[in-house]
Structures are given as structure tokens and as C-alpha cells.
């Protein structure tokens, strides 16, 4: 299932800096994501890994700066644990409705 970035910084209040046209299939974590995920770095002592992520898109804080050129998008916010917990229970919501298989008439 496909998630725009500029739907995920809508619900979550959030600015983007980067692609807002690009999209999302997963999360992960920021040191291991890849291609196509989206990631969250909340705690400052993991700040190097941003500058290495594969991960398409990564919540961050309002205030953040990054100290060298990122080539991921940014979904700034005001706390990435907060918004990161509110995607994954709209993430539950979504698939919790999608019905598989057929549905046999009454």
C-alpha cells in the first residue's frame, strides 16, 4: 500500500522539506531503512544516521537542522515519537478495514 508524503504531513500537521510528491510502502529504523520506507529520528544522538539513510522520507523535529546535505525528505513536526505512533495507528485503521477474498452473496 502506497502513502504520499504530502498526505502523511497532512495528517500529522507537518512541513515537508523535500519531495513532497514522493511515496512510502513501509517504516523502519533510520540506520536500516530502505527505498521506499519512512523512518523517524527523534533523539539527537542518532543524527549521523540521517546523513546516510535510504529511507525515502524522515519525521524530525521542527527545529531540526541537519550539519550536512540529506538526501532524504523531511516531514518536520513537533515530536517525531508522537507522530510516528499517530501513523501507525492510522496505518492499523487502513489495513484493519481492507477485506481480502470473496464475499459470498445472502
Same mark, same amino acid.
Given at each position: ?25 513501509? =517504516? ?8 521506499? @520506507? =519512512?523512518?523517524?529520528?527523534?533523539? %539527537?544522538? &542518532? ?8 529511507? !525515502? ?9 541537519? $550539519?550536512? %546535505? #540529506? !538526501? !532524504?525528505?523531511?516531514?518536520? #513536526?513537533?515530536? %517525531? &515519537? =508522537?507522530?510516528? @505512533? ?5 496505518? &492499523? ?8 477474498? #470473496?464475499?459470498? %452473496? $445472502?
Amino acid at each position: 500500500m502506497l502513502f504520499r508524503i504530502k498526505d502523511i504531513a497532512h495528517l500529522l500537521q507537518g512541513e515537508i522539506v523535500g519531495k513532497e510528491d514522493a511515496v512510502v510502502d513501509g =517504516l523502519g529504523k533510520i540506520q536500516e531503512a530502505k527505498e521506499g @520506507s =519512512l523512518a523517524f529520528l527523534a533523539n %539527537p544522538k &542518532y543524527e549521523n544516521h540521517i546523513y546516510g539513510t535510504k529511507a !525515502t522520507a524522515v519525521l524530525v523535529r521542527k527545529d531540526f537542522i541537519p $550539519s550536512k %546535505p #540529506v !538526501t !532524504t525528505t523531511l516531514i518536520k #513536526v513537533e515530536d %517525531p &515519537y =508522537l507522530a510516528f @505512533s499517530i501513523l501507525l495507528d492510522e496505518y &492499523y485503521k487502513v489495513i484493519s478495514f481492507k477485506k481480502t477474498g #470473496v464475499e459470498q %452473496p $445472502s
